[in-house]
């Protein structure tokens, strides 16, 4: 039997869609803290199984304002890959500065099995991957995170490190202070202590953990050496781009560096700074005891985080096990079928 029956049994033509209704929808009835749990779960299996996946860097067509990417992956059984654009100067317009799609393949058929929206998906699997790597790397005793950037991503990363990694505390801050208030109130009933911060000095105070998450299309310095202190873990998610960073490179030189995928964090994430041969550990590595993660307690630890394809795919298939016998998706008509699978011009034909 087709695999792609169990989802669409009355016609294979139908490919399910989950709009950003119903990936809400879905995110409501698993319950957003066990959906960030699942999603590491999910991605940990993944990245425990990484020579199974065809690696490419993602393909990205720069503008002056942005980028729009495509993270193509696959495991043999099942291809996937996320439309996402990356533009900073869109959110003082009014949209997000982070939109995506994508959709997951029967490998054996190349028929789409499910297309979804990924701007939810995002910002879970990346809050799920931040929060994969802070279990990893972190003091086992870090229960503060401060976290820079304020922006859409940030109460997930919020949420994600306390559902996976048991922090209690975050201390807020961003420029924009509205940014800080808007995260307090969605934050507000989480169970976290929040501590709104004005100055960039003001949030690291005291904190175990650090994860930026600004958007600029520049390379800024949102943390200078002097502010990072022994035994910090690091989350940058927001340097993701090439040309787009947010740590002064004597931090990347002082700290030991864990990456998803090299060849792609080189070009993008913080690293880009250092020499081509800068040391580096793959995360990969350290979750199935291949490499060593923290080595001391004083350590500073830095996750280079770009978002790298295997954890959409991850968070695609596991969208994909969770609708089934549901009715979180709708059936689109997305692929010509017809009776003869020669007679395309035929089917088209009796159409008019
Ligand atoms: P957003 O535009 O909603 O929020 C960014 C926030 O950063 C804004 O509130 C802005 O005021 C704030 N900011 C900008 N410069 C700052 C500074 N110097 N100090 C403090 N705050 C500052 O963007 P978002 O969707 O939350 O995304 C944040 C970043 O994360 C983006 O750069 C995005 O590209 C990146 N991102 C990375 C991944 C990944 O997998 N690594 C995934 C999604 C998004």
Known sequence: MNKMTNLAPSKLAYVPFVSVDNMMKLIHHIGIKPMLRDLAEAITEDFARWDSFDKTPRIGSHSDVGVIELMPTSDGELYGFKYVNGHPKNMAEGLQTVTAFGLLADVDSGYPVLLSEMTMLTAMRTAAMSAVATKALARPDARMMAMIGNGAQSEFQSLALQAVCGIDTVRLYDIDPAATAKAMANLAGSGLTLIPCKTIEEVIEGADIITTATADKDMQTILTDNLVGAGVHINAIGGDCPGKTELHRDIVARSSVFVEYPPQTRIEGEIQQMDPDHPVTELWKVLTGKATGRSS?????????????????????????????????????????PDDPRDLFGMLQRAG
């Not at 307690?297 to 549901?326: C, M, N, P, Q, W």
């Open 297 to 337: 307690v004083a350590e500073v630890t830095l996750f280079d985080g770009v978002g790298f394809a295997i954890e959409d795919f991850s968070a695609l298939r596991y969208i994909h096990s969770k609708i089934k016998g549901t009715d979180f998706y709708l059936d689109l008509d997305f692929v010509a079928d």
